[in-house]
């Protein structure tokens, strides 16, 4: 039996990044099964059980095959298993830019300084606020981004208050706010961003304007 890392992995497939500053960018995405949270607007929740045991190496053998230059970990929740941190850090090793979509509900300190870490800082909306790890944020370096899914107007109010608590603007290297899919319209966000003058750059899914909820994109 192998004594190597292994990791319960649901998919791995290669697509367009569709958000964060990377947008736009052939990206492999592997990604991992389970999460502690339950947010309401979620759509990987097929992600929530199940998957395959995998491991490292191969791995990195099937990412390695798409021929990209980016890797994203996501979920799920990626950092609910604990080999997340040497599958990181074999991904830099490698020559990847890596970066890692995380809810932020558990510690971040661990991961390789190498990732780009895009935390998504959970708002009201997403009936999953009290899991938020605050001391996530002042680990946030330069390299990385913090995400706030909007839901509603007091959505909007809370985040721009998570920003000014924390003094976050020109701290990481984006606040990103995004529209809930088919919940708050994106028109509605834009003015309150533009009326309020915010540092945040507003983006939209783009994987979803072209695949639709499609699993695999």
């Known amino acids: 039996m192998s004594n190597q890392p292994s990791l319960r992995i649901t998919e791995i497939f290669h697509s367009l990044q569709g ?4 947008v736009g960018l052939p990206t492999v995405f592997v990604r991992l099964t389970g999460c502690p949270l339950r947010c309401q607007y979620c759509d990987t929740a097929y992600a929530f059980e199940g998957g395959e045991q995998i491991t490292l190496e191969a791995i990195l053998d099937q ?6 230059r980016y890797v994203t970990v996501t979920g799920g929740e990626p950092m609910a298993q604990p080999n997340v941190l040497p599958l990181m850090k ?4 490698a020559g990847y830019e890596v970066s890692i979509e995380t809810s932020g509900a558990m510690p971040i300190d661990a991961i390789d300084e190498r990732v ?4 998504d800082l959970k708002t009201p909306g997403s009936r999953e606020v009290a899991r938020n790890n605050l001391d996530n944020l002042r680990r946030l370096r330069a390299r990385d981004q913090l995400k706030f899914v909007i839901c509603d107007h007091d959505d909007y109010v809370w985040s721009k208050a998570q920003i000014d608590q924390h ?9 990103l706010f995004s ?18 003058s915010l540092p945040v750059r507003m983006q939209m899914q783009m994987h979803k304007y072209i695949w639709g909820d499609e699993p695999g994109h």
């Open 19 to 22: 958000e964060a500053l990377t």
């Open 63 to 68: 990412v390695a095959t798409y021929g990209a």
């Open 90 to 93: 074999a991904l830099c090793d």
């Open 116 to 119: 780009s870490i895009v935390l």
């Open 167 to 175: 003094d976050l603007a020109g701290r990481v290297g984006a606040i």
């Open 179 to 196: 529209p809930s899919h088919e919940e708050l319209k994106p028109k509605q966000l834009a003015e309150w961003i533009l009326k309020d």
